[in-house]
């Protein structure tokens, strides 16, 4: 009999997809208490290193449940310390079948326990994106796809000044160029209704190409 309770796989790469689930079900063939669990994780798989997929996906997917993310190091970083992220398993895309069983079953263990493997608490990473309202102005002018000049024009600052503040969202964001400071953002916006109206961001983030130019 098909076990209810075995977590959807979701992605583009069949290929990959399919030794997830192969994982998966050698996991709660081992484990029969597993196929109990209350609260069934989201598996997610992202294999091309790529940023104009992973917000539409985000859209159509989040349920706000525990969530199993296959990706690479750029994965890692834009969704780390997303509080809606916060019960969060990530696992290298690049790892081997045996590794992925064993994080897969200990996550899912913890899981059934409702312990989830957090790789921040929920106030602390919120608190990291703490900025004054002069930062705050200037980032969402700068992610609404102002030029640095424009920007410093507008606030009264110096290019200076909106290129530090710049350097550091970046840095508590731990992004590495404003696209996925773009795409981070709109991640915190829809998974913590107190980052809803933080930035004023175009809505049409299949095109990043006005932001290709500043790193």
Known sequence: MECKTIPNVQGLDRYFSFGVKM????????????????????????????????????????????????????????????????????????????EVKN????????????????????????????FTPGERKTLSLLLSGLSPRDVAEINNVSEKTVSNYKRMAMRRFNVKNTQELVVKSQLLGMCHSAMINWFAIPGNFNDLSAYKWRR
Not at 46 to 57: D, G, K, Q, R, S
Not at 108 to 122: M, Q
């Open 103 to 130: 994080k897969l079953g200990m996550f899912l263990r913890e899981s059934r326990r409702d312990i989830y493997p957090r790789i921040k608490p929920i106030s602390s990473a919120f608190r990291g994106y703490s």
């Open 23 to 98: 994982a998966l079900e050698e996991i709660f063939n081992e484990d029969r208490s597993l196929h109990e669990m209350a609260l069934v994780p989201d598996i997610w798989i992202f294999t091309e290193n790529v940023l104009t997929n992973i917000v539409p996906f985000v859209k159509e997917k989040y349920t706000g449940r525990p969530c199993i993310i296959f990706g690479t190091s750029l994965h890692q970083r834009i969704f780390s310390g997303v509080p809606g992220f916060t019960n969060m398993l990530f696992v290298p895309i690049h790892a081997s079948f045996h």
